[in-house]
Structure formats: C-alpha cells, structure tokens
C-alpha cells in the first residue's frame, strides 16, 4: 500500500506523524496519568484537581477485526477520562457493507454527528486512511492490515522507559515476524528516540519486509548499532526484548475468525522459555504485545523478567494520554504532518 499522508497532524495514523516534540509531550502526560492512578490507589488526594468538563466527549470505535487490548484499552481509557465510548461498527446489527446497507461515506458522516472522536481497526490497509480524509474528526489507526499499530508503539516505548529508563542508552531487541505492523511501528518510532543498540531477530532466508529495513537504516543513520540473529538465545544480553510470532500470517487468520493459530507452535529458536532465561542469567526485560502463542511460553510469567502484563496497565494510561491530546486539538507534527495529501 502506498501510504497517503495528511497535512493537517489531526490524525495519528502512522509511526512517522509523530515528532520528538509530540513523543516527549505525550509520556509526559502518560507519566502524569500514571502518577494520578498510583495516588489514588494509594488513597492520596489527585496532584491537580479534576478539570472541570461541560460535557464527556464521545470516541467512537469502527473495529472490523477482533481486538481484546486496543479495544478494552480505549474504552478504559476514555471512561478514566469521564469520557463515553460507543460501538460505531458492528458487522452482525450495523448497515455498513450488507446487501441492504450504505456507503463508507454515509456512514461515516453518520458516526462523526454522534461523537467526537474515531478509533479505526480494519484488516484493510487504507481504511484508517479514507476515514481520516471523511472526516473532521480526529482520527487514530488502531491497526490496519499488515500496515502499521502507532498506539502500540507509544504504549511500548512508554513501558521501555519506565521499566528501565532512557531509552537512548539501552540495548533493545525484536524477535518477530518484520511484517507485524506492531513491529513496523515500533521501529520506526524508534527513530525518535534511538537506542544504543537494536537488534532483529528473524528467520533466516526469508526477506526482511522492506518498511522494517528502511526504519533499521535510519536508525543505523543515527547512530544505532544494528545486529541481526536467527535465535532468541542471542538476544538475553540486550536490556529490552519485544517477541511475537515469527509468521504472523497465522494471527491475521485468527483475526479474521479462524483458530488456525492456536494449532501452530513456534520454531524452537525462536521460543523464550524461563529455562533459557535462567541458563542465560539473564535480566532482560520481556514485552509482548500479546495476544501471545508460543513463542512466549507461561514459564516466564513468575520471573522479574516478565514486563508483558504490565505492559498491558502501562498501555490506559498511554491511551488516556492520546486521547486528551487529540480531544483538546494538539495536532501531531511528525514527518506526515509536512507532507501533501492526495488528491480525493
């Protein structure tokens, strides 16, 4: 797919329409929702006080693909905020796309009179794309296709640095299918803040997606020390390791409806197992986007190591953050921001 880009930076539907400026304001904010969180379950009066709303926004999800995290992650999200969320999409009662239905279009001028806000998930890569260019509502790309998930990102590297600090100086590896769109993301986003040393870890003779190696050689360009490895084991000496499955055309059929994924099992080099971990001493710290199959084996889940589930609590109030952003009119200003659109 050839990515369009809008001018505007209402959206965030892509790693490159964040800046360094946007990435330092929105873990801030994060930071800042965590800490009210942290003292509220501590029984502590809030740091500031609750910003007084005329009335909750409402963000509406248009979601063609099944998600758990991003979906859930979102609506907790909003309602933290005193914000509603509503279901924009729904394939068993919604018009949209039946024999008896309406167009993209209509629906979307539809959807856009009700809320304030729209999350798009789809299996179709230009979907978050064409709604942005519908509507004037702020938009976010909760994954689209093979093409790319910018919230993940956001919600990974805000785990990498409050879980072991400043990026800049750490050793962080990726073991993953290079067409995983949280795995583009994630790379390229990594641009903003690049680390001392990254390391992919992927199969061997098959070609590296061409948007993965691009975003290895720009942080090759800025200073990254850049590693290839064919075996997880050679990855327990970095800082941070991210892992999924290494064909990940077995979760997009699972995303579609098929339980195909759960009757395939990892190739052992690329599994992580609490045995290898140990036999490495190793103080890795272990992310997983999840959902997870296995190549992260529940071995791990009692070890320090472990950062996968809180990554997950990690992920509200990153998505918080990203919501008062948008809802308060802050545009992204990353490299798609000074890019033409297409024509309509």
Not at 156 to 162: Q, V
Request: hydrophobic fraction near 40%; aromatic fraction near 4%.
């Amino acid at each position: 797919m050839q990515r369009p880009n809008y001018p505007s930076g209402k959206d965030l539907l892509s790693a490159d329409a964040v800046s360094r400026f946007d990435l330092d304001d929105i873990l801030e904010r994060a930071e800042r929702h965590l800490q009210e969180e942290e003292r509220e379950k501590a029984g502590l009066p809030p740091l500031q006080p609750p910003a007084h709303r005329r009335r909750p926004k409402v963000i509406a999800a248009l979601f063609d693909q099944r998600s758990t995290r991003t979906r859930l992650g979102f609506q907790a999200a909003a309602a933290r905020l005193g914000h509603q969320s509503i279901d924009a999409y729904d394939t068993d009662r919604g018009r949209m796309g039946t024999s008896t239905g309406e167009t993209l279009e209509d629906h979307i001028r539809t959807v856009e009179l009700y809320s304030d806000l729209l999350v798009v998930r789809s299996h179709l890569e230009d979907m978050p794309y064409r709604v942005a260019r519908l509507s004037h509502l702020p938009v976010i790309n909760a994954g689209n296709g093979a093409d790319e998930h910018p919230s993940q990102a956001l919600i990974d590297l805000f785990a990498i640095r409050h879980m072991r600090g400043a990026i800049e100086t750490l050793s962080i590896a990726l073991s993953s299918d290079t067409r995983a769109r949280f795995a583009v993301s994630f790379v390229r986003m990594l641009r903003l803040t690049p680390p001392r040393r990254f390391t992919l870890c992927c199969l061997p003779d098959v070609p590296i997606n061409p948007a993965m190696r691009e975003a290895m050689t720009v942080l090759a360009g800025l200073g990254t020390e850049i590693g290839l490895v064919h075996d997880v084991r050679r990855t327990l000496d970095h800082d941070v390791l991210s892992i999924q499955m290494q064909d990940m055309s077995k979760f997009a059929h699972a995303a579609l409806g098929s339980d195909a994924v759960d009757k395939e099992k990892e190739t052992e080099p690329f599994t992580i197992t609490a045995r290898k971990i140990l036999d490495a001493r190793s103080d890795t710290l272990i992310l997983n986007p999840l959902p997870r199959f296995s190549e992260l084996d529940p071995s791990c889940d009692s070890l320090p190591n472990a950062g996968y589930f809180r990554q997950v609590a990690l992920s509200v109030p990153m998505r918080m953050a990203i919501l008062e952003r948008m809802l308060s009119g802050v545009p992204w200003t990353g490299q798609a921001a000074g890019r033409s659109a297409p024509p309509p």
